[in-house]
């Protein structure tokens, strides 16, 4: 074997193992049941617009053992800051309420090209990373913003490295009836719960949870 093979064979032997690792990782989602000790760290992913108020009301029906909860938001978003800060305010006392706001670069603009997305979701994956590892969530909880996709990735790259198994929650906007968002399609694979709204996404995508209207 020929130096060139064999670092032809490392590459791919490394490959391999790389991906039954993010197979094994995604699996065990459903064994993983935090809260069965103690309180749950939540990262919720917000987002402009409708995404912020969705992801609000299903907050508002999780039980208080949600905590602390870590929301993170663009830093272009100027409205979904007052708007947690209101709903986190009006459900809690302030010596009670545990909550943080983060921001974090967009992953991607309305209308903006493919190819300028992928420069800017690997910008944004950039900070999600380092904020992601530091606040060591057990849950990353989104419903659809782009700002959400490389804030799972790096969830998942904690399982992966064996630091910790973080669940990826999904649910996808009431708005998408027959098809899934750009966000739901890159998720769908890699999320341990995929919730959707609509039977006949349930229908199409099997891997999908139908438990009627959620938010």
Not at 45 to 70: K, Q
């Amino acid at each position: 074997m020929t130096f060139l093979e064999g670092v032809v064979f490392f590459i791919l032997t490394i490959c391999f193992l790389l991906i039954i690792r993010i197979y094994v990782v995604i699996k065990s989602g459903s064994k993983y049941k935090p809260g069965t000790k103690g309180p749950v760290a939540v990262l919720i992913v917000a987002g402009s617009g409708g995404h912020t108020t969705e992801i609000l009301r299903l907050m508002d029906s999780l039980a208080s053992a949600y905590t602390p909860r870590h929301y993170v938001i663009a830093d272009t978003d100027r409205i979904s800051e007052e708007k947690i800060c209101t709903f986190e305010n009006s459900k809690l006392s302030n010596s009670e309420s545990q909550f943080t706001i983060c921001r974090i670069p967009r992953s991607r603009e309305v209308h903006q090209s493919w190819s300028s997305s992928v420069v800017s979701t690997l910008n944004a994956l950039r900070f999600s990373i380092p904020l992601v590892f530091k606040l060591r969530p057990d849950m990353v909880l989104c419903n659809g913003p782009g700002t959400c996709v490389p804030l799972c990735l790096a969830g998942l790259l904690l399982g992966i490295l064996g630091m910790k198994k973080v669940l990826i929650v999904y649910v996808e906007s009431i708005c998408r009836v027959h098809s899934l968002s750009l966000t739901g399609k890159i998720l769908y694979p890699i999320s341990d719960y995929f919730f959707v709204q609509w039977s006949q996404l349930r229908d199409k995508y099997p891997k999908s949870i139908f438990l009627g209207r959620i938010v």
